[in-house]
């Protein structure tokens, strides 16, 4: 079992940065793709960003792509989310996911943290 544990949540202004980070337990990353999703009050939990595990490549969601970066630390077994040019409606709680079944990481991944909360002020 892959028990995952994220840090890094805060409240930060408009145009500011946060980092958050995702620690796997029980066992490594090695074979899975990593990622983050995020879900506001009241809405869906989408996609934001991820990371295969095996060779680096990642891919993001448009709404955050030239502003965010997702990395992997191999040595560490984490997996960071470097967000940058925050804006208000980044704001959501952020959820690490890992899923070793496929291609991509979904929504349906198995594997899930508890979430940090990220708010930027306007």
């Known amino acids: 079992q892959v028990q995952l544990v994220e840090s890094g949540g805060g409240l930060v202004q408009a145009g500011g940065s946060l980092k958050l980070s995702c620690a796997a337990s029980?066992?490594?990353?090695?074979?899975?793709?990593v990622g983050w999703f995020r879900q506001a009050p009241e809405k869906i939990r989408e996609f934001v960003a991820a990371?295969?595990?095996?060779?680096?490549?990642?891919n993001y969601a448009n709404s955050v792509k030239n502003r965010f970066a997702i990395s992997r630390d191999n040595l560490k077994n984490t997996v960071w989310l470097q967000m940058n040019s925050l804006k208000p409606e980044d704001t959501a709680v952020y959820y690490c996911?890992?899923?070793?079944?496929?291609?991509?990481?979904?929504?349906?991944?198995?594997?899930w943290g508890q979430g940090t909360q990220v708010t930027v002020s306007s």
């Open positions: 996911a890992a899923d070793s079944r496929g291609r991509f990481l979904t929504i349906a991944a198995p594997y």
């Open positions: 029980g066992r490594t990353f090695s074979g899975y793709r």
């Open positions: 990371v295969d595990w095996s060779d680096g490549s990642t």
